[in-house]
């Protein structure tokens, strides 16, 4: 659950910080108070592009933090942050921040780790399900509509079993299309991979070897030079007047009266012969190395050739020598593929058949469980779309299995199954059920998603449901219905409602409310938790009064509601 929330510098926002609480977190205020900038902020961290327009006028930056307790959730979230190489969380708190800048780029960090904004959204996917006054279209997407009712069943293994022989048939399938291929492209490939395996192998390389090459190439190519400046380094040791040894020896002859008077400068004499040793062993060293250099063009031409067939195997099959070498294992394992072509098509042809049965009988079996989960799934929806106001509407769920395969072969199965269903909703008695795609009141279909969260409540995974006015257009009656509902997911998942309901803000188990004030000809934002009798003083306002009555009621309110 999200567990506090910093704001710094967002629209009427200065600094402020939020710590929220488990169960059904109510948001009030008047309105252009601010409550909107709790779903921007959270909007902004869970990684929505940014518009610097957001920004708190004058600001040179601003900064939205967030913590979230993941609970349970951390072993699902964990292997993405290892994947994308950001820091593990500690005492499973999540913590992200997010800044935007006036002027250069703007940053974003996971648990102190850089990221991306595309990690953001990934994981927000995770902590937060968002509902505002559009976000309920989602329900209208086909296969939103099939994780709900997977969800609801508990398919989800059946769910996944298809997904992996789906997935593997696929695979089958574009094995088997990279090898129907016509007679003339066929010879044509066949020839060119043999080429290719050929000249590859015949070069016999080995990282080590295409080095040592470059090396000799290198030592043959500055032969002369290299050549000048050895000789020239062994003259200066021994080859001419004042050279390196006749130093030392005059430095060895001195060191040696030295010693004739002051006995205590035998260590001196050790050092001097480490000297010798070190300048004989240097010597010996480059007279070595004089004698291997080579100065033959014969050699040089030599290396020069193997030096130009080795670019040209990196220029077709590099850049890298290891590409090369990767280059040549695939080619020749493509090679086989395709020379034993036939051979390799009839056991293609095999796995093809045997996962097409595989994939059509789990298929079945996920057909057949959705539809024995859809009417328990259809009553639960319509008992809570009583209690939301629908006294006498319908719901329900149309199925189609579709045929594994087209007329043309291709698969016309999708990674969740062989259905495609369609939630229908007869609002009004008396007239034809409709796909609720084709509802346009947002009240109702407001309703009905609060009617499915409430219904998939002990289901979902997701620990944080936001509704921002979701009970727009609902009446007061229905509206305290609306705010049992939230309240009564509250009691497995954190929820943050924005309302302009007293019946709603009734049934909160924490309340905050949103102002604005005037500083120094500044209008700023503010958000407090409310105590007990804050809360009473905080619904007689939504209620239209202040007055003796209003709080009366208000306290009657808050009382039922206990």
């Known amino acids: 659950m999200l567990t506090t929330l910093r704001i710094k510098n967002l629209a009427l926002v200065d600094d402020l910080i939020l710590e929220m609480r488990p169960g059904l977190n109510i948001i009030t205020g008047e309105t252009g108070a601010g409550k909107s900038i709790i779903i921007g902020a ?18 040179e930056q601003c900064v939205i933090e967030a913590v979230f307790e993941l609970g349970d959730l951390e072993r699902m979230i964990e292997p993405m942050l290892e994947e994308c190489g950001i820091e593990p969380c500690e005492q499973g708190q999540l913590f992200l921040k997010r800044t935007l800048r006036s002027s250069g780029a703007n940053r974003q960090f996971i648990n102190g780790s850089p990221t991306t904004l595309e990690v953001l959204d990934q994981l927000g996917d995770y902590l937060v399900d968002m509902h505002g006054p559009h976000d309920h279209q989602s329900l209208l997407d086909g296969v ?3 994780e709900i009712l997977d969800a609801f069943g508990k398919l989800q293994p059946l769910r996944e079993a298809f997904a992996e022989h789906w997935k593997a048939l696929h695979q089958l399938e574009a094995q088997k299309s990279s090898l129907i291929i016509d007679d003339q492209t066929y010879r044509r490939e066949l020839e060119l991979l043999r080429h290719q395996v050929k000249e590859i192998s015949q070069a016999g390389l080995l990282l080590d070897q295409a080095e040592e090459l470059e090396s000799q190439y290198e030592r043959h190519l500055h032969a002369s030079r290299l050549m000048e ?6 003259g ?12 030392i020896g005059s430095i060895g002859r001195a060191l040696d009266q030295i010693r004739t008077l002051d006995n205590s400068c035998q260590a001196m004499d050790e050092v001097h012969q480490e000297l010798v040793n070190q300048v004989s062993e240097l010597e010996q060293a480059l007279s070595q190395y004089v004698d291997r250099l080579d100065l033959d063009p014969a050699t040089l031409q030599e290396l020069e050739g193997q030096m130009a067939s080795l670019q040209s195997l990196r220029r077709k099959y590099g850049p890298e020598i ?6 040549g294992k695939e080619a020749a394992l493509r090679l086989e593929e395709l020379e034993s072509r036939q051979e390799t098509l009839a056991h293609l042809d095999a796995d093809i058949q045997k996962v097409t049965k595989l994939l059509l009988h789990a298929g079945q079996q996920l057909t057949q469980a959705r539809s024995q989960v859809i009417p328990s799934l259809k009553e639960a929806i319509e008992a809570q779309l009583v209690d939301l106001g629908f006294r006498q509407s319908l719901f329900d769920v149309q199925i189609h299995t579709q045929e594994l395969h087209s007329a043309q072969g291709a698969i016309q199965a ?8 369609d939630f229908q909703f007869g609002p009004n008695p008396g007239e034809p059920m409709r796909p609720l795609r084709m509802i346009a009141s947002s009240g109702e279909m407001a309703r009905v998603m609060l009617a499915l969260k409430t219904v998939l409540a002990e289901q979902d995974q997701v620990p944080l449901l936001v509704f921002d006015e979701v009970d727009a257009n609902v009446g007061g009656a229905t509206g305290r219905v609306v705010g049992l509902k939230m309240k009564q997911i509250g009691k497995h998942r954190q929820v943050i409602s924005i309302t302009h309901l007293p019946t709603v803000a009734a049934c909160a188990t924490n309340h905050y409310r949103v102002t604005k004030e005037i500083h120094e000809g500044r209008s700023t934002s503010l958000i407090a938790y409310l105590s007990a009798d804050q809360r009473v003083e905080e619904i007689a306002r939504m209620l239209g009064s202040d007055d003796a009555a209003a709080l009366r009621h208000a306290k009657a309110m808050l009382k039922e509601q206990a």
């Not at 959270?42 to 600001?59: K, T, V």
């Not at 400046?229 to 062994?234: A, C, I």
């Open 229 to 234: 400046l050895s000789q020239g380094t062994l």
């Open 414 to 421: 999708s990674a969740h199954g062989m259905d495609r269903i």
């Open 42 to 59: 959270l909007n902004l961290i869970l990684g929505q592009r940014a518009d610097r327009s957001l920004m708190r006028a004058g600001a």
């Open 236 to 247: 200066l040791i021994n080859d001419q007047e004042g050279s390196l040894w006749d130093l």
């Open 144 to 146: 939103r509509q099939l």
């Open 322 to 327: 290891q590409d090369v070498i990767r280059f």
